[in-house]
């Protein structure tokens, strides 16, 4: 399963990872930017990301993509997707 987004960060000076779990049918991708600590212009950043699932056995997921920005003074994760997807 490809999935791709958009997460909108305070700076562009910001590394993105991600991490993807799995708890019975629910898939959850937790995508996280945090600052890199180098002098950066203030101003809006975004960063385009793609994951793969892969492994999973045919039939319905319930799809959870969660963001987060840490130390940013932005609220807590924050769950821009939740839907249900089919793997075949």
């Known amino acids: 399963m490809r999935i791709e987004g958009k ?3 305070p700076t562009p000076c910001q590394t993105v990872n991600g991490r993807a779990d799995r708890n019975g049918d ?3 991708l937790r995508v996280t930017a945090r600052a890199t600590g180098d002098p950066c212009v203030q101003e809006p950043g975004a960063f385009l990301y793609t994951a ?7 039939g319905g997921y319930r799809l959870r993509v969660v963001h987060q920005l840490p130390g940013t003074g932005s ?3 924050r769950t821009v997707l939740d839907t249900t ?3 075949r």
């Open 75 to 77: 609220p807590g994760p």
């Open 85 to 87: 997807v089919t793997a």
């Open 26 to 28: 629910v898939l959850e």
């Open 52 to 58: 793969q699932i892969s492994g999973l056995d045919v």
């Open 7 to 9: 997460i909108g960060t």
